[in-house]
């Protein structure tokens, strides 16, 4: 059955948007006019600069208070200019359509008013419900989200309906900033936490923008977020992103039996609490799942050196590539436990009391350095954290698995939060059903990526690494690269044909 072409909803989150209404609209129809990146950066500038000539014939050439300004900006048509919020925003939906998908924008300034309240919630709500993927770009305030990003997380949650009608549908995220280091990346954390927890699955930014969080715009004025090429860059690099992984989330082909899921212990309590609810997991999972059981918490991992070549060639993924090779590191003996799955659920116990606590998960982390930069490895995988947090413990553990994680190039899922005490797990229902419904996703994006029978070219760029990007253009003449992908192309082909229902 042939996929239908995703839709995607660009949703504009600053009072200073430019576009509303058919605006909108006509923005889309523009971005599919520009042929090419060089036609998008010409229109972007114009649109920049038409909007930055609103504000100033709004009263900002007579020196007028802001809010007069604002006042006078909301007379407009709604059909000139971008904001620096929508140049970001502009850059993800053009990427995405060169990329097959079906764009559309609103602002939320149009159902949010500046002084609280909804207004037409059902077309909001009809939007939301008719998008496979919505993109959130909006301004930085204090380190986190505006208050109309809020307004529609909000809206979402108190409406069960809606809530449970866009559970498992794709979620990325652009933050504008007015300083290069402006709080861009923890307002992108947490409002992808927020998207999580509302049962959203989330991307960060593609393999071609170093795979980290979603667009990072950097614009101190009105009309400049146009200069900023990285910004633009990251912004299109999670168009690209939402549209790849879209493609394979709707495909509805089937998979033949659950898929393989790889729960790697990494922390646990002295009394292998983690472990041992993990093993009950995965037998009360039964058959839904091809499960292996990896207790990493109490190896013994050397620290990642930081070297200045990693990895230390290009191979085929089942070469161990990373530099330290010592007998007593467990690594090399954990590398072929790591490949071939299909999701990956990270276990970690916290505790109030850090002296019971048995962890391998930051060195792990930071030696899954190899991985990352063997072209993403782990690529295209659903990741459910499992977190076992004792009751009473503030804990930073599920945001920094998720954090860490989706750099890998992954797919991520609400991280899944089991409440125990006096070594009792309180919440097994809870911990049960969010990890089925994971699987369920996971079950959706291996059965598309199999039935498309195509491997996209993931690479990584190592960005700022000089000696590592010498290394990496000898390889590519030695054509190691081409085996690579010749290996990872028969692999896929191969399970396609095992694993599909025909």
Not at 44 to 59: D, I, P, V
Not at 67 to 87: C, D, M, P, W, Y
Not at 192 to 199: Q, R, Y
Request: proline residues 2%; aromatic residues 6%.
């Amino acid at each position: 059955m042939m996929p239908h072409r995703p839709r995607i909803l660009g949703i504009a989150a600053s009072l200073r948007n430019a576009r509303w209404g058919c605006g909108g609209h006509e923005l889309v129809q523009d971005l599919a006019r520009c042929a090419d990146k060089d036609a998008l950066l010409a229109y972007l500038k114009r649109q920049s600069e038409l909007h930055l000539e609103n504000f100033l014939q709004a009263g900002r050439a007579q020196g007028l208070a802001f809010n007069a300004i604002a006042a006078n900006l909301q007379k407009n048509s709604g059909t000139a200019g971008l904001s620096n919020s929508e140049v970001a925003l502009a850059s993800a939906l053009w990427s995405a359509q060169r990329l097959g998908a079906d764009v559309d924008h609103v602002s939320l300034a149009e159902y949010f008013s500046p002084m609280g309240g909804v207004r037409d919630g059902d077309a909001l709500r009809q939007n939301l419900l008719s998008a496979d993927g919505i993109v959130i770009s909006g301004p930085v305030y204090f380190g986190d989200r505006g208050s109309l990003a809020e307004s529609l997380i909000d809206f979402i949650a108190r409406d069960e309906h809606l809530r449970h009608a866009l559970s498992g549908r794709l979620y990325g995220g652009i933050a504008v900033g007015a300083k290069r280091n402006g709080g861009q990346e923890t307002t992108l954390i947490y409002q992808m936490l927020d998207m999580l927890n509302l049962g959203f699955l989330a991307v960060g930014n593609d393999s071609e923008t170093t795979a980290q969080y979603g667009g990072t715009g950097h614009a101190g004025d009105v009309g400049t977020m146009h200069r900023d090429t990285y910004g633009i860059d990251t912004s299109m690099g999670l168009g690209r992103r939402m549209a790849q992984v879209l493609t394979t989330l709707c495909n509805d082909s089937k998979m033949i039996g659950g898929p393989r899921v790889l729960f790697a212990v990494l922390q646990d309590d002295i009394d292998g609490l983690a472990l041992r609810e993990t093993e009950a997991l995965v037998a009360r999972l039964g058959n839904q799942v091809e499960a292996s059981v990896v207790d990493i918490s109490a190896s013994t991992i050397h620290r990642c050196i930081a070297c200045d070549i990693c990895p230390t060639h290009v191979g085929l993924d089942s070469e161990y590539r990373c530099i330290i090779t010592s007998a007593t590191d467990a690594m090399s003996d954990l590398h072929a436990l790591l490949l071939d799955h299909d999701m990956i659920v990270p276990v970690l116990a916290t505790s109030r009391k850090r002296e019971r606590i048995v962890s391998a998960y930051q060195t792990f982390i930071e030696r899954t350095r190899y991985l990352r930069r063997s072209d993403y490895v782990w690529s295209d995988l659903l990741v459910a954290p499992l977190i076992l947090q004792e009751s009473g413990t503030m804990d930073s553990a599920p945001i920094r698995v998720m954090t860490s994680f989706i750099r890998h190039h992954t797919v991520m899922t609400r991280p899944v939060l089991g409440v125990y005490a006096n070594g009792i797990v309180l919440n097994r229902q809870d911990v049960d059903g969010d990890i089925r419904s994971a699987i369920g996703s996971a079950a959706r994006l291996t059965a598309g990526r199999l039935q498309q029978n195509r491997l996209p070219a993931y690479r990584y760029h190592p960005v700022g690494y000089m000696l590592s990007s010498e290394k990496d253009a000898e390889d590519e003449k030695l054509k190691r690269r081409e085996a690579l992908i010749t290996q990872r192309r028969a692999n896929l082909a191969a399970q396609a044909a095992k694993r599909l229902a025909q």
